[in-house]
C-alpha cells in the first residue's frame, strides 16, 4: 500500500520557473528520499534527508522536512525541459525493515 | 556501467507461462530490493535481501512469486502461472547498507505484460 500522497498529481510550467511537489506520509520514518523517474524509466535518487534533518540542497534541489507535519517539500529552482518527469517520495520506516514505501507521485511538464 | 542492471527489458507472455527476471546489483552491495509498479502508481515494495538472506516478504508476494539471491550477488524473481493481474514493471534496486536507511539505487526495470 501507498505510504502517502505527492501534492499536486500534475504540473505543468514554463521553463525557468520553480517547481513545488508536496508529499505526505503517515507513519513515523528514519528517512524519507526523492526520485525522479523518466516515462517507462528506472528511478533516479535525488536526494535523501534523514529525520534530524529540516533542509537539503542538492544543485538546483531544495528538499525540506516537517516531522511534526509529516510533510516533505521538494522544489526544484530554474527548470528545464529536462526535468520533464514524474517525481516520487519514499520513505523508510525506523531501524527494523528497510523498505521503501513510495508515495503517488507527481507528474512535472516543463515547457520550453 | 557499474550501476543495477536488470533482464530482460520486456517481457511479453501468455497467461499460465512462468517467467523469470534478473538483477545484478551494484557491486559490494549488500542489500538487494524488488519493487513492482503498476502504470500510473508509485513502486511496491515485494521483498529483499541482505545478502543471500530474503529478510522481509510483502504480502503482495503471492505463493506463485518466489525470489532467490543464491550467492548474495544477482538475484532472480520467479512468476509462476502468470496471470494479467501480474502485468507491471518489475524494480529492482540495491544498496550497502550496515545499519539501513541508506540511498536505494534502481535499475531500469523489466517491463511484463501478461497476455
Known amino acids: 500500500s501507498q505510504q502517502g500522497e505527492e501534492d499536486p498529481q500534475a504540473l505543468s510550467i514554463q521553463e525557468g520557473e520553480n517547481a513545488t511537489m508536496n508529499c505526505s506520509y503517515k507513519?513515523?520514518?528514519?528517512?524519507l528520499q526523492w526520485y525522479r523517474q523518466n516515462s517507462g524509466r528506472g528511478l533516479v535518487h535525488l536526494i535523501l534527508?534523514?529525520?534530524?534533518?529540516r533542509e537539503k540542497h542538492s544543485g538546483r534541489l531544495r528538499v525540506t522536512l516537517d516531522t511534526s507535519k509529516k510533510s516533505s517539500s521538494l522544489l526544484i529552482t530554474a527548470s528545464r525541459a529536462a526535468d520533464t518527469a514524474s517525481y516520487f517520495c519514499a520513505t523508510a520506516p525506523p531501524p527494523g525493515t528497510d523498505k521503501l514505501i513510495f508515495g503517488t507521485g507527481t507528474r512535472l511538464q516543463v515547457f520550453p | 556501467d557499474t550501476g543495477v542492471s536488470q533482464d530482460p527489458r520486456h517481457k511479453i507472455t501468455k497467461r499460465g507461462q512462468n517467467v523469470t527476471f534478473r538483477c545484478d546489483p551494484i557491486?559490494?552491495?549488500?542489500?538487494l530490493y524488488w519493487y513492482r509498479q503498476t502504470l500510473g502508481q508509485g513502486p511496491e515494495f515485494l521483498t529483499y535481501?541482505?545478502?543471500?538472506?530474503?529478510?522481509?516478504k510483502s504480502r503482495l508476494l503471492s505463493d506463485r512469486f518466489s525470489a532467490e539471491r543464491p550467492k548474495g550477488s544477482f538475484s532472480t524473481l520467479e512468476i509462476q502461472r502468470t496471470e494479467q493481474g501480474d502485468s507491471a514493471m518489475y524494480l529492482c534496486?540495491?544498496?550497502?547498507?550496515?545499519?539501513?536507511?541508506?540511498?536505494?539505487?534502481f535499475g531500469p526495470g523489466t517491463r511484463l505484460l501478461v497476455l
Open positions: 534496486a540495491s544498496s550497502l547498507t550496515r545499519q539501513g536507511g541508506e540511498t536505494q539505487y
Open positions: 557491486s559490494e552491495h549488500n542489500r
Open positions: 535481501f541482505q545478502n543471500e538472506a530474503q529478510l522481509e
Open positions: 507513519t513515523s520514518i528514519n528517512n
Open positions: 534527508i534523514r529525520s534530524n534533518e
